[in-house]
Nanobody
Framework: QVQLVESGGGLVQAGGSLKLSCTAS??????????MGWHRQAPGKQRELVAV???????HYADSVKGRFTISRDNAKNTVYLQMNSLKPEDTAVYYC?????????WGQGTQVTVSS
């Protein structure tokens, strides 16, 4: 069973930066062909897409984070990153990593990001 472990969350002041990491294990060499994404869920709200990167390196971002967040991947390390700059209080949420292989999705356990004003 694929396992995804996120790290890098924490408490930061508005305007600050954080870099999230998500490392996949037990992937049976499928990480290279998988699309990887970051989603987030704030209290009382639905989980929403933040950013996606496909196996070829093409990226897509939610409008709310364009120009501030950057998704990247290191296939040699089975790891996807989310660099978050110019953080705002509204970015506060639990951030989840997702691996997409065809119709199958795998999720991490989430990491809390809190942005204070």
């Amino acid at each position: 069973q694929v396992q995804l472990v996120e790290s890098g969350g924490g408490l930061v002041q508005a305007g600050g930066s954080l870099k999230l990491s998500c490392t996949a294990s037990r992937t049976r060499s499928i990480f290279n062909i998988a699309a990887m994404g970051w989603h987030r869920q704030a209290p009382g709200k639905q989980r929403e897409l933040v950013a996606v990167i496909n196996s070829g390196g093409s990226t897509h971002y939610a409008d709310s984070v364009k120009g501030r967040f950057t998704i990247s991947r290191d296939n040699a390390k089975n790891t996807v990153y989310l660099q978050m700059n110019s953080l705002k209080p509204e970015d506060t949420a639990v951030y989840y990593c997702k691996m997409m292989v065809g119709p199958i999705n795998y999720w991490g356990q989430g990491t809390q990001v809190t942005v204070s004003s």
